[in-house]
């Protein structure tokens, strides 16, 4: 997608239900007719039985082409359908205010970035695969400020990478789920740092053979042990819909 038609959508989407609305009563003469009627596109409004507001090509009752979408959580697209299904190059902004651009395969995310929307920080870009995060990954908190390269898995922070926190401090080492699992090093801002295996998020020692013990050997009076760090890796992963 052109950066020309880029701006021209964003454009649409600051008000869209002011747009759709024009363009059932001004059709080509609104906005969004003009958007389409500039790149020959015959397209009409429909309303689907989940109360998705749709201006785009239709054949039949199916999606085929371009088409603009309000869904009825007030999540917004436009891209391209294929039997109603997204396929190929669209952008998706939720409610949350973060924004897919990239491309779809059989109505799932296969490759592109998030971005919040507003500002237009990433979020993640990395790898894909069913429609989440799967492969390298960079990935940006914006509730926590925590970033994290590395390995993700089905969505969630898994093999080795580096995760840092807002305040400095990082860890660097394996991760299984979203948590610290596996050998590491957590480094903290006043130079501290604690090397060895930790299982589920807890520090268990220098041993790996401790991670199969029935007890965990926790950290006494260590800033780790009070979980505020485990309290960030549950929000990892920012929910998005396909």
Known sequence: MKSEETFEVKSIFNNIEKEFKNFKTNGKASKIGHFFNERNIIVKYAKSSLNHKTIGVFKGKKINGLAFMIYSDKNLYYGSFVNSKKEGYGIHLYSNGLCFQ???????KASGVVMEYSTGKIVYEGGWQN?????????????????????????KMC????????????????????????????RFTDSNSIEGYFKNGVYIGKEESNISS??????????YSNNRYLNSFSQMRISMNS
Do not use: A
């Not at 990239?102 to 799932?108: A, L, P, T």
């Not at 093999?159 to 957590?186: A, H, M, P, V």
């Open 131 to 155: 429609g989440t995060y799967q492969g390298l990954g960079y990935f940006y908190n914006p509730k926590t400020g925590s970033t994290y390269i590395g390995q993700f898995d089905n969505g």
């Open 102 to 108: 990239g491309s779809y395969s059989n109505d799932k």
């Open 159 to 186: 093999g080795f990478g580096k995760l840092q926190w807002k305040n400095g401090d990082s860890y660097e080492g394996e991760f299984r789920r979203n948590t610290l699992y596996g050998k590491g090093i957590l």
């Open 214 to 223: 029935s007890e965990d050997i926790s950290l006494k009076n260590s800033v």
